[in-house]
């Protein structure tokens, strides 16, 4: 499957901790989006790394590239009670296709 | 800002019947995308459609289902014998090409088959 694939599946955290989640894919990619949904909620898109950007910032959320190893990570900084949320990651192939993985479900107790 | 639109946001159905989902893609946007999500799971690939065509298109889209861009805004799904298991939410996107090629997604419809 060319399908990303995050973990950890689940990540509890206290308000202010920093929160870090990984996907992985098997294939040459576009780009790679970071999405987040709020249960039962749409998809909101949060950050997007091209191929050939190694590290992106916007705001709390940071991403890395790793296309050697076809991994990339989100670092959310100082996490609030309202980042709780399951949080995608989805990647392109050939403009065609996106894949999503099959998500982290981050709570943050305050 | 420009957003994709989704309509209905809920829709209700029995089982054998068919469904159109309409989706209202961003003006200026070329490639349009469908995508589902079953409760509690993740969210999978459909289809692709660029210039009046299927680019590219899952296991899952089978002869059940179909996309057509019956004028210069709309964008639809058919389900043409809805199944129980088609119950999930279905998310329409489109992208531009033209800057960051990011995905803007539509808020959803919910399907229920009954």
């Known amino acids: 499957s060319q399908q990303g694939e995050e973990d950890p599946q689940a990540l509890s955290i206290q308000e202010g901790e920093n929160a870090t989640m990984n996907c992985s894919y098997k294939?040459?990619?576009?780009?790679l989006q970071w999405y987040r949904q709020n249960s039962g909620r749409g998809l909101v898109h949060l950050i997007l790394?091209?191929?050939?950007?190694r590290e992106k910032h916007s705001g709390r959320l940071r991403v890395t590239l790793d296309t050697s190893k076809k991994s990339s990570s989100l670092l959310i900084t100082a996490s609030r009670a309202a980042d709780t949320a399951s949080y995608f990651c989805?990647?392109?192939?050939?403009?065609?296709?996106?894949?999503f993985g099959s998500g982290t479900k981050l709570n943050v107790k305050p | 800002e420009p957003e994709v639109t989704q309509t209905p946001s809920h829709q209700v159905t029995q089982m054998g019947q068919e469904v159109i989902l309409r989706c209202v893609p961003i003006?200026?946007?070329?490639?349009f995308y469908w995508y589902r999500q079953i409760l509690g799971q993740k969210v999978e690939f459909l289809v692709s459609?660029?210039?009046?065509?299927?680019?590219?298109k899952s296991e899952i889209f089978d002869d059940q289902f179909s996309v057509e861009r019956p004028d210069g805004s709309n964008f639809t799904l058919k389900i043409r014998s809805t199944k129980l298991e088609d119950s999930a939410m279905y998310f329409c996107?489109?992208?531009?090409?033209?800057?960051?090629?990011?995905?803007?997604f539509g808020p959803g419809t919910r399907l229920t088959v009954l």
């Open positions: 003006s200026n946007h070329l490639y």
């Open positions: 294939t040459s990619i576009n780009n």
């Open positions: 989805a990647t392109l192939y050939n403009f065609n296709k996106f894949y």
């Open positions: 996107a489109s992208l531009s090409r033209e800057g960051p090629d990011e995905q803007f």
């Open positions: 790394i091209r191929s050939n950007e």
């Open positions: 459609f660029y210039n009046n065509e299927i680019s590219e």
